[in-house]
């Protein structure tokens, strides 16, 4: 605007001197040909009103530091080119409302698109909406614009770039938390389900001897798979001013300690709490990233008692990993490990401490 202003000024300035020194003929052609040539920028403003299109596409996920590009798409329906565009663009990261904003100048041909690659934030995991708020096209000498009324936005996911990880399941405490969870009769990890009279081909290995004994009859004990190991990965941010840093820290976290599992092909439920319990049950990769999309898309959390939350349901679960932002009281159960995010002092059995720097070494290999 500051230049637009300029060429007006100087072009007035310029006018005022033709009709003071210069012949009376003079001026007054300098004044048709000004009066043309702004005629002439205010038509093609006026021609241009609505006749321009915008698109905004972006990927709906995106990996943190990988390839993050986006496009504007810009197509002009008219004849007449445009020769200086300039649109606003707003990044929002939806965790702490952190903004970034960009300006585009660009120029679009007549009767032509042009597709204009944007660059996406992508240093922090999380949900990010990207905005144009403004789109505003000007005459050749930027003396006249039109501002097209858009409200395009656009939300992509940044997932954790994962680092390996690998847990291991303590076969001696999984034999105490069993003991808490189960108090019918198991055998070699299966429960009696039911019982039926034997059929051929079914395993002589079940056969219920006692009872057949007594009913003079071949009874077949009906095994169910017992769970061995239920699993839960809870995730809670507990502090109000969690950094993007920690924020971001604690999904690469979550990432690495649920691959593991999947690679060992166990089955983990999967909780974060905000106003109400979310709950997942994960098998595959796929599964883990919708949910993991679900929590990222999420408003800043509304803080939860972790403790409250552990002393209701660690009885449900052999081993539990919670990863959280914050200290939490000494827990005596064995099968609850705390991964917290915060300094390397003062770490016990139970609590794994990491932060951004260390957290390949901490996390590297964990034991439960």
């Not at 986006?70 to 020769?83: A, D, E, Q």
């Not at 299966?190 to 081909?201: M, N, Q, R, S, T």
Request: glycine share 4%; net charge negative.
């Amino acid at each position: 605007m500051k230049r637009s202003s300029g060429i007006l000024a100087v072009w007035s300035g310029f006018g005022v001197l033709n009709y003071l020194f210069l012949p009376n003929y003079f001026a007054v052609f300098f004044l048709i040909i000004s009066f043309c040539i702004i005629s002439y920028l205010a038509l093609t403003i006026l021609l241009v009103r609505n006749k321009v299109t915008i698109q905004l596409r972006v990927p709906q996920k995106l990996v943190k530091n990988g390839p993050n590009e986006g496009y504007i798409y810009v197509k002009n329906n008219t004849p007449i080119s445009l020769g200086h565009v300039v649109c606003w663009i707003e990044w929002t990261h939806k965790m702490n409302n952190q903004k970034k904003k960009e300006k585009l100048v660009f120029s679009v041909s007549r009767y032509s698109e042009e597709k204009l690659p944007i660059e996406l934030p992508a240093r922090y995991c999380g949900s990010m909406q990207v905005e144009i708020k403004q789109f505003r096209i000007y005459d050749a000498f930027a003396l006249f614009y039109t501002e097209l009324k858009t409200m395009m936005r656009e939300t992509y996911n940044i997932l954790p770039v994962g680092f390996l990880s690998t847990v291991h399941i303590n076969a001696q405490g999984l034999t105490s938390s069993l003991n808490v969870l189960n108090d019918k009769s198991a055998i070699d990890g299966v429960e009696i389900a039911d019982f039926k009279l034997y059929e051929y081909g079914d395993n002589i290995k079940n056969i219920h001897w006692k009872l057949s004994s007594k009913m003079d009859e071949l009874i077949i004990k009906q095994m169910e798979q017992n769970m061995q190991e239920k699993i839960l990965v809870f995730f809670s941010l507990q502090e109000a001013q969690s950094s993007i840093e920690q924020y971001d820290s604690m999904l690469e976290a979550l990432s690495a300690v649920i691959q593991s599992f999947l690679k060992q092909e166990k089955t983990i439920e999967f909780v974060w709490l905000e106003k109400d319990e979310q709950c997942y049950s994960i098998h595959t990769e796929t599964e883990f990233l919708a949910c993991l999309t679900d929590l990222m898309n999420k408003e800043s959390s509304t803080i939860i008692n972790t403790q409250t939350f552990l002393q209701q349901y660690y009885s449900f679960y052999t081993h539990i990993i919670c990863i959280v932002d914050a200290e939490v009281p000494v827990f005596p159960m064995e099968n609850i490990r705390f991964i917290q995010y915060g300094e390397t002092s003062g770490a016990s059995l139970n609590n794994v401490l990491f932060t951004r720097d260390n957290m390949h070494r901490q996390l590297g290999e964990l034991y439960l």
